[in-house]
């Protein structure tokens, strides 16, 4: 899911938060396995990434850049720390949004909602329905499907 995230994470602004440093993609994939278990040790994050090949050590120094970013916060255990996302999933979206919307659309959220409910309509139609109606906007047409009938 992460992968599929824009390059062009920089330094966003969120509401009680100073600007975000750039996040690289393997930083995202940690964070994900952060916010799936909450609180985790290196090892634990390693054995929960996606795919294989990724090292221990590996996933320690993207764990150290996260926490030196102040985006994990983490506790000494014994001899390990325990590292938990310092943001939600939500504010990380919240701020990508805010992004896109005073890079693409001049800070107006029209765009912003049409083009969602544009990419609703493809990827969840019966939730994109839904959210239309929901907003007194009509129904965004499948075109691949209707033009295919």
């Not at 506790?75 to 943001?87: E, H, I």
Request: hydrophobic residues 40%; glycine residues 10%; neutral net charge.
């Amino acid at each position: 899911m992460m992968s599929g995230l824009p390059k062009f994470v920089r330094r966003f602004g969120l509401r009680g938060h100073p600007s975000l440093p750039d996040l690289g993609e393997r930083e995202l994939l940690v964070l994900e396995v952060l916010w799936e278990r909450g609180d985790a040790t290196a090892r634990a994050v390693c054995r929960d990434m996606p795919g294989d090949g990724i090292s221990l050590s590996t996933v320690q120094s993207t764990l150290e850049r996260l926490h030196r970013k102040q985006l994990a916060l983490r506790t000494k255990q014994g001899r390990a720390y325990v590292y938990r996302a310092a943001l939600r999933r939500e504010e990380l979206i919240s701020g990508l949004l805010h992004e896109l919307a005073d890079n693409l659309a001049a800070g107006e959220l029209a765009p912003m909602i049409s083009g969602f409910l544009d990419y609703l309509s493809g990827q969840a139609p019966d939730l994109g329905a839904d959210v239309s109606r929901a907003l007194g906007r009509p129904v965004p047409r499948q075109s691949d499907e209707q033009d295919n009938d």
